[in-house]
Structures are given as structure tokens and as C-alpha cells.
């Protein structure tokens, strides 16, 4: 045996080991001769590395740090869930599911486990992982594939027969024997314990330095795919077998239920069963089992319509309200914010809580000194249930909201209908701080380097003052502040060259227009193709938009009628700010309604930008020949796909007549 079929021996009997030590629970060899055959493939591939492979088992001790994380885009958007908190809102769940459907025909329903990590996508192309990143915004996530790859329960090969491409969904989590294990290295090094296994695993996938991720006690469950419907299966439950046949764990606690009622017997029988579990859940997730009729179903804006998580009942505790700040955000609105006696909620140390605003204090009756009952609502938002007035000291004084803003003492208004106080003073420092800190944030145009405390800072110094001045900051100037260097200047200043043509939706949403989100601000780009068309817009033109309503068309009127928000438009033009333009007109992109499919190797393009260019003209990306198919792209070396491609008499194309399709448009 030569050392290129050693190592591929060795591959194969340390990816089996692994997976049946991590996945299956069923190790068959121990410790020491699974560490004996790791040694021997790490000198190998040190001897020879010109061997070392992507799958290689070796990638688990973690590969030289980044320097920052790149951004990925999912190529079906990672999607969050809308919540239910009891069995009403289940029942009213499957009734509007049959209500949509138009039938009276009872459905079927896969209920899991919510575990509470941090949700991933992992790709594998040809049964290799590739890529790995975060749900990010859902559209847009960050590559952490050099972490994922150190988790020991993700494969890195896949067993058996796979597709050419798979996008895996699922949640890398942290168990609490590992999560106490963890903060016991972090006191005996003189460092910050974790608050929860939660953090401790997303703060694990986001270390630059992956050999840190590599030494933390970090697991995982698959629970679906970006593309089903793909596999063949026609079930959800049905394709999680699947994935565990590739390889890939899948929890053991899932279970199929004939209707609704079932649904929620699981739920309680969880329930019962949550805190006997090595790991953490928050909940239960319910899908519709049925792939067709998760189809037919579709996604609203932010969340699949057949879907919804069940979230246990709030974890209590009792505490002192020692104070409340009042917090003006970017829109004006005051938010009050409990000050607690710290104390410990669902193994979480609380000290703030959210009052929402004045009719939320008038309703429960606050007093300062008070002892409240709090909750972490979803286990997740601490918020004060309401006060225990028995023990109310007779000299307490009323929470009262402010008559005036706490941070430019403008007098606060709380329109009529409206629950909000709202300070309307469009000087005051307290909004331009926070919409500086939203402009740069991941909601805004992700600005990497200018995070909250650096904006904070800037703003302090009065370098940034306004949203046109960062996009002249100084490099020396920025190099000689507290905490500064030239090479993070360096790095601020090309990444805010980096995102001077933003996408228009991506500027309206960073902003912070009131009721101007990411969807509402995608729904804009699309009827608007330049950003002049959308400023000179009436009201009566963003009202014949689907999806605009009153609220929205008088608030972008408004704010772009405003003689500041013009001068600032016409200082970020100056400063070479000008979003895309996005091709709206179908007839104008070649790939129109076309669904692309790539097979073989290509020479000019890699396989990202190819799928890139296919969905900036206008097309779709498919991964298998079907009906729907409509070019077939081939390459050197294409196989039984071009051969489909040809008996079923698609469009089949060279590269570069690919390519001249694109540039001749």
C-alpha cells in the first residue's frame, strides 16, 4: 500500500470512528487507538502535503486565524419562525394553514426539539463540505466554514450516495456537561465564564482563530435542507432520515403526529422531558410534514408560513426595580429600561428589562423600590411581569415617563393613538447617535470596524456627527485616537470604500426611515430602479406599490421631503455614495425565467461566480435536470447530467457561450 492509499485508509477509518463515536453513541475502538491512527495521517500529510484534501480529518485541530470573516449568501434565504405560547395559538396555527389551503382536510406535522444554538448552513458539493456560515440576516451570512469544520459531529465527507450539491440546515449547540466544563477552563485562566451554553457556542463558531473553536465542546443536529423537495422525499420526516443516512445527526426526540391534538400532547411530553436533557431547548418547532403542501404554503416576509415554534411557558424570578432610564432611540421614541437588583433567570444573571413605554408603567402600576416578578419571555427578553405590592414600601414614588427628552430636554410628545412618547426634535444628539450606530450596524450597511462603541467614540470626538462624515473619515485622524492604529484605520477606511454602492434596499434600510425595514426597503428596490426615481416619488405613486400602505408612503415623503435629508443626499453623492441600480424590467435581463443548471468542471468562472451571474441577470440556479429546467451549462468532463440534459432536448451550452449570452445583453 503507497502513502496516497494509507491516507485514504486513514481517512476512512477515522471518518467512521468519528461518526460512530459522535453520532451513533456506538464507539468501536478507544480513545488511544483512534489517536494512534490521527497521529499517524497528521505526519503523513506533514510529510506529503501535497495529499492534504479538504475532508481530511485533520481540518478538526483548526486551521491559522483570519483576519475577518467574509459574507456569504444563502442561496435559499435561512428564514426565522413565528411563535406560539400555547395550545391556542396551535389551534389557530392549523387554521389558518387550512383557511390558506381552501381545505378541510386535517394535516400532518413533524414536531422537533427548538434547540437553543446558533443556526448554520452547511454546503457539500459531490458529498465534501465545502462552505459553512451563520443564518445572518437570513439572506446574507458569515463564512465560518474553518470553524464548522473543527465541530466533530458535522462530516465533513458524507456517507453513501449524495447529490452533487446539499445545503444542510441546523443548529450547532453547546450540552451542559461541556458548557460546565468550559467555564471551569475560563475561571481557572482568570476569564469571563459564559453566561448560558447559548453564548458560549456562538461565541465558540466566531473566533477568527479556529484552533480556539476547535477546543470547545460544540455539537450538532441537522433539520433540513434549502431545497427539500430536491432529494426525492415527499416528506419533511422522510428527509430527516435521509440526512442520518448521509451521516449527519439528526435528534432522536423528533416525532411525526397525525394532528394537531398530537402536536400538542408532544409538546407537553417534552415538556415534562426538558430538563432531564444533556442540552438545552427553548421550545418545539412544527412543520407541516407534507414537502407539496409546504410548497403550496410558501414563506411570508420573514418567516414560512408552515412552520411555527412552541415556546415553554417563561422561566420566573423575583428581584428589586432599583431605577428606570428613559433611552431615546433613532426615531425619537422613549424606551424605559428597568434597573434590577441583579438576579439569576434560567441560569442567565438579569440586572436590566424592558418597560416597553408609558402605558405599559401606568398598567402595571410601578414603583420605584418595588419588588416585581420578572420572566424571560421565550427564555430569551427579560421583561417585569408585575409587582408584588404586598411589599411595597408606603414611601415608594410612581414611575413616572418624563414631560421632557432626558437627553436634549425638547419636550416629549405622545401622539394621539399612538403608545409611543416620542422626543421631535430632529437635533437631538441621542437620535443621531443611534442612527449612526444603525447606519453601520449589521441591520444597516455592515460597516465592518465601526460597531456601536467605535461609533460611540467618533461621535464623542465630534469626527462623525452626521451619516455623510463617515464616508470622509481621515486615516490619520483615526489613527491617532485612544485605542487606534494605523492598520485599523487602514481597515475602516476600505470598508466604508467597500460600501459606497450599496443596493439601494440596503441603503433605505440602513437609513432608518420610520416603518422602513429590510423588507419594506426590498419592496422599494424592486418598483423603484434608481434612487432619484424613489425620492421624487409621491404619495400617490408609493401607494400603487403591493405592499406600501398609507403609514409608509407619508413617512418616505416626509422624510425625503425634509431640506436636511436632502443636503445629506446631495454630501453622500459628493462623497461618491450612489446605490446600484437594479435591473427591473424582465426583458432587459438575459437570463430571464430562465433556470440554469452548471455540470462539469469550468475554466473562466468558478462555480460561485457563475451561479453569481446567472442571478444578477435575472435567472435561477437548479441542481438537477427537470422539467423545469431550461440551459444546461457544460463543462470540461460533464457527465450522466448532460447526457439527461440531451435526452430530454434542454439548451445546452459551452462556457463561453454562456459567458457571450451574458456579455452580448
Not at 491 to 513: C, D, F, M, S
Request: proline content about 5%; overall charge negative; aromatic content about 6%.
Amino acid at each position: 500500500m503507497n502513502v496516497k492509499q494509507r491516507i485514504e485508509e486513514l481517512h476512512r477509518l477515522l471518518h467512521e470512528h468519528s461518526h460512530r463515536y459522535y453520532v451513533l453513541d456506538d464507539p468501536s475502538i478507544s480513545d488511544g487507538e483512534y489517536d494512534t491512527l490521527f497521529r499517524e495521517l497528521l505526519e503523513l500529510e506533514k510529510e506529503h502535503p501535497e495529499l492534504v484534501t479538504a475532508d481530511s480529518p485533520t481540518a478538526r485541530v483548526g486551521g491559522p486565524p483570519l483576519d475577518k470573516f467574509s459574507q456569504v449568501e444563502h442561496r435559499v434565504p435561512m428564514l426565522s419562525l413565528e411563535n406560539a405560547f400555547n395550545n391556542d395559538d396551535l389551534f389557530d396555527f392549523e387554521t389558518k394553514l387550512m383557511r390558506f389551503l381552501n381545505t378541510a382536510t386535517p394535516l400532518t406535522y413533524v414536531a422537533e426539539p427548538k434547540l437553543d444554538g446558533l443556526a448554520v448552513e452547511l454546503v457539500y458539493e459531490q458529498g465534501i463540505l465545502v462552505q459553512g456560515s451563520t443564518r445572518g440576516d437570513g439572506k446574507t451570512g458569515e463564512d465560518i466554514s474553518a470553524q464548522l469544520r473543527t465541530v466533530q459531529a458535522i462530516p465533513l465527507r458524507l456517507t453513501g450516495t449524495s447529490p452533487q450539491l446539499l445545503e444542510v440546515r441546523g443548529e450547532v449547540f453547546m450540552a451542559q456537561k461541556g458548557f460546565q466544563r468550559l467555564n471551569e477552563v475560563q475561571l481557572e485562566q482568570g476569564k469571563q465564564p459564559f453566561a448560558n451554553p447559548r453564548n458560549a457556542a456562538a461565541g465558540s463558531l466566531r473566533q477568527l482563530d479556529p484552533t480556539i473553536t476547535a477546543s470547545r465542546p460544540l455539537d450538532f443536529f441537522a433539520y433540513g435542507l434549502s431545497a427539500p423537495e430536491e432529494t426525492g422525499c415527499t416528506r419533511h420526516y422522510d428527509v430527516l432520515q435521509y440526512l442520518g443516512e448521509l451521516g449527519l445527526p439528526i435528534n432522536d426526540l423528533t416525532k411525526q403526529c397525525e394532528t394537531i391534538a398530537d402536536v400538542i400532547i408532544a409538546f407537553q411530553e417534552l415538556g415534562d422531558l426538558r430538563h432531564e436533557l444533556p442540552y438545552e431547548i427553548d421550545g418545539m418547532v412544527v412543520k407541516v410534514d407534507t414537502l407539496a403542501i409546504q410548497e403550496r404554503l410558501g414563506n411570508k416576509a420573514r418567516a414560512p408560513r408552515w412552520a411555527i415554534a412552541c415556546k415553554f411557558p417563561a422561566t420566573q424570578a423575583t428581584t428589586t426595580l432599583i431605577n428606570v432610564e428613559f433611552q431615546v432611540g433613532r426615531t425619537g421614541a422613549v424606551t424605559p429600561v428597568a434597573i434590577l437588583e441583579p438576579v439569576t433567570v434560567g441560569g442567565v444573571t438579569v440586572s436590566r428589562a424592558t418597560l416597553h413605554n408609558q402605558d405599559e408603567i401606568e398598567r402595571k402600576g410601578l414603583h420605584y423600590g418595588d419588588t416585581v416578578l420578572i420572566q424571560r419571555a421565550g427564555d430569551v427578553i427579560p421583561e417585569i411581569v408585575k409587582p408584588i405590592e404586598e411589599q411595597r414600601d408606603s414611601s415608594a414614588q410612581p414611575v413616572l415617563i418624563p414631560v421632557v427628552c432626558p437627553v436634549c430636554d425638547h419636550p416629549l410628545e405622545k401622539p394621539a393613538g399612538e403608545a409611543v412618547t416620542r422626543c421631535n426634535n430632529p437635533h437631538c444628539p441621542a437620535q443621531r447617535l443611534r442612527t449612526l450606530i444603525h447606519f453601520t450596524s449589521k441591520a444597516g450597511l455592515d460597516i465592518e470596524g465601526l460597531g456601536k462603541k467605535c461609533i460611540e467614540q467618533l461621535f464623542a470626538e465630534g469626527i462623525v456627527k452626521d451619516i455623510p462624515d463617515i464616508f470622509t473619515l481621515d486615516r490619520n485622524q483615526l489613527s491617532e485616537l485612544d485605542g487606534w492604529g494605523k492598520k485599523s484605520a487602514d481597515n475602516v477606511i476600505e470598508a466604508v470604500k467597500g460600501r459606497k454602492n450599496p443596493p439601494l434596499g440596503r441603503l433605505l434600510a440602513a437609513l432608518g426611515i420610520r416603518f422602513i425595514g429590510e423588507v419594506t426597503a426590498a419592496l422599494l428596490e424592486q418598483h423603484y430602479p434608481t434612487f432619484d426615481k424613489l425620492i421624487g416619488a409621491s404619495r400617490e405613486d408609493l401607494l400603487e406599490v403591493d405592499g406600501i400602505g398609507e403609514q409608509v408612503a407619508n413617512s418616505i415623503v416626509e422624510y425625503f421631503g425634509d431640506e436636511r435629508v436632502v443636503a445629506m443626499v446631495t454630501q453622500l453623492r459628493e462623497s461618491g455614495v450612489e446605490p446600484k441600480v437594479l435591473l427591473q424590467n424582465a426583458e432587459t435581463q438575459p437570463l430571464s425565467d430562465q433556470i440554469v443548471l452548471f455540470t462539469g468542471s469550468l475554466s473562466q468562472l468558478s462555480r460561485s461566480e457563475a451561479k453569481k451571474l446567472v442571478k444578477e441577470n435575472g435567472g435561477q440556479i437548479a441542481t438537477s435536470v427537470t422539467k423545469k429546467t431550461t440551459i444546461v451549462v457544460a463543462g470540461d468532463k460533464a457527465g450522466s447530467k448532460l447526457k439527461k440534459a440531451m435526452e430530454m432536448k434542454k439548451t445546452v451550452m459551452s462556457e463561453t457561450e454562456f459567458l457571450h449570452l451574458i456579455n452580448k445583453a
